[in-house]
């Protein structure tokens, strides 16, 4: 029997995100899960290094890098749409699980319970969803100052809504990252390796 759940994950790299906006730099669902899990396993370690937690970052990394694959078969709904209200976003909610459902049955059944615990949300510690959602909204902010500096001021208000939700988390894991390496992505590669020199 043929198992879909690798070939269903290949297609990220064919979901757009941030649908409802005029982008410079388009983004792919599977570039971001990447991102993200790189931000998670790095809050991660920095919450455990410097402020005395706990984390598997590992396990978080991996969580993160499947956060969101149930995109696959959802497409992405642009924030906007998903959290207009109470309603909508309950009932995307419920679609989400449903997917991230659909995902699991899609390996052998021997393999299932290895993989449950990083695609489905309700199996997922409460802590590493949260470092995965303060990482999703690095990721976000990254491509927000990316857009801002190549001229698309589309993403103005983005970037604003985004960082308020970042201070609104109050995870000094997030503000460590923040302050002493998202200054680095608004210099070029020529202004890294000068730098860096």
Excluded at 55 to 72: I, K, P
Excluded at 109 to 129: A, M, N, S, V
Excluded at 136 to 165: H, P, T
């Amino acid at each position: 029997m043929n198992n879909h759940f690798f070939a269903y994950l290949s297609k990220m790299r064919w979901i757009y995100r941030w649908g409802m906006k005029r982008n410079a730099i388009q983004e792919n669902v599977m570039e971001h899960s990447y991102e993200v899990s790189v931000i998670t396993h790095a809050l991660g370690i920095i919450g455990n290094r410097l402020y005395g937690k706990d984390t598997d970052a590992n396990a978080a990394a991996v969580a993160a890098l499947y956060h969101d694959s149930s995109e696959v078969l959802t497409g992405d709904l642009p924030s906007p749409i998903k959290y207009h209200n109470k309603k909508i976003r309950d009932a995307y909610k419920e679609v989400e699980y449903a997917a991230e459902r659909e995902m699991l049955s899609t390996l052998p059944e021997e393999l299932r319970d290895d993989y449950c615990g990083f695609l489905l949300h309700e199996k997922i510690p409460q802590e590493t969803l949260k470092l995965i959602k303060a990482a999703d909204l690095i990721s976000s902010l990254i491509k927000c100052k990316a857009e801002i500096n190549a001229g698309n001021a589309e993403f103005s208000q983005a970037i604003k809504d985004v960082e308020q939700r970042l201070k609104a988390m109050e995870m000094p894991e997030v503000d460590y990252y923040m302050d002493t390496f998202l200054p680095s992505f608004d210099l070029t590669l020529d202004e890294l390796i000068t730098r860096a020199e």
